[in-house]
């Protein structure tokens, strides 16, 4: 730390990204990623000319991708807010809507403390219960600023948008913000209730079921006021924060739904069959609606786990913590993938 630091950031601990090696060397399991290619629409909107139009400022009003997107989800444009990444978009929910405090899971996105730091926003923690699901009672009027990972991560786990209904209901006061960055993996969205519940900001990501993990874009679906918002930020800090690539890539692949579907019912699939393999091998995998499982061996920390299989060329996500630390966190692959990483799993057991 510098002695120029303002002391406003003196306690900051940054958020840890997952490993992004720069080769080929890893089967990589750990971020999430999807194992397709972004849809073929999107390789065509990444083109020469649009290269060439980088000269230019990207358009600030995102309006042709707000466009899509309201189409797509049934709102008008003035109710979508878009993001680098979801992360911006979190950021700006903190930022905005924090006064009172944030309440959110001890077992969530890690981002979410990082933020609240960042911020000045006091953390409300919610223990999850023992088996890891979260307890909808802990957040009805609880009198602040609510964050939901849903389904979470790193469980997997998700709650019925009837119980973020309630959520969002009991806290009129203040903004429920539901993280979908998994949703498309067999999860229920809640951006349905948005018009309902003008506290209600539902974000979603291009990163994980469409494949779009580098362009960086995020959005969030709500009322036409909470929008606003969001946006005030927005143009306090950069109004271009979508650049042009990413954003004609991020329209396309909204127009190419059917094909990320046919990716989203392989990788749920392939989770399945992943899922019962390592139950067989003797692991406790919860039941997840992501593109992940999170599991734990009973003869095994998840620290070594981690190790024996990045040693072997598989990386996988073990997240320090006492509730965590037994457990790693694996992305959905192809069925290749899955079967490397099941061989090298047995591997590891019988040596
Ligand atoms: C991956 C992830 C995000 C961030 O996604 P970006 O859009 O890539 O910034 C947000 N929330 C959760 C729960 C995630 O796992």
């Known amino acids: 730390m510098s002695r120029y630091l303002n002391p406003l950031y003196k306690d900051l601990i940054p958020y840890t990204p997952g490993e992004q090696p720069q080769n080929r060397k890893y089967i990589k399991l750990n971020t999430n990623e999807s194992p397709y290619p972004p849809a073929p629409g999107v390789l065509d909107a990444v083109n ?93 009027g609880c009198g602040k600023a609510v964050f939901i990972a849903n389904p979470n991560a790193p469980t997997g786990l998700s709650i019925p948008v009837s119980k973020i209904e309630e959520i969002a209901q009991s806290n009129a006061g203040h903004v429920v913000v539901i993280d979908e960055a998994y949703v498309d993996f067999g999860g229920e969205s809640a951006v349905p209730f948005v018009k309902k519940h003008p506290n209600l900001l539902v974000v979603q990501t291009f990163s994980k079921s469409r494949s779009l993990a580098g362009a960086r874009v995020g959005y969030a679906i709500g009322s036409e006021q909470v929008i606003a918002d969001l946006e005030t930020i ?21 127009r190419d739904r059917a094909y990320y579907q046919a990716n989203c019912r392989k990788i749920m699939a392939v989770r399945q069959y992943t899922k019962d393999a390592l139950e067989k091998l003797g692991f406790r995998v919860l039941d ?18 981690y190790e024996q299989l990045k040693e072997r060329g598989i990386l996988v996500r073990h997240l320090p913590g006492k509730r965590t630390d037994n457990f790693n966190r694996i992305t959905i692959g192809t069925k290749e993938q899955m079967d490397a990483l099941l061989k090298t799993v047995e591997e590891i057991l019988n040596s």
């Open 48 to 140: 020469r000319e649009e290269a060439e139009n980088l000269r230019l400022y990207s358009d600030p009003t995102v309006m042709p991708l707000k466009e899509a997107l309201a189409d797509r989800y049934d709102v008008r444009p003035e109710n979508i807010f878009v993001g680098n990444g979801s992360d911006d978009c979190l950021n700006f929910a903190f930022m905005a809507f924090g006064a009172d405090g944030a309440a959110f899971a001890d077992i969530t996105y890690g981002f979410y403390t990082v933020f609240a730091s960042l911020h000045h926003v006091r953390a409300d923690i919610k223990k999850l219960k023992e088996d890891y699901t979260l307890d909808p009672a802990d957040y009805r």
């Open 234 to 254: 927005r143009y306090s800090t950069n109004p271009y924060n979508i650049n042009r690539i990413s954003m004609a890539a991020a329209a396309a692949a909204v």
């Open 288 to 305: 997840s609606q992501a593109n992940f499982l999170f599991a734990e061996h009973p003869d095994y920390s998840g620290k070594t786990m």
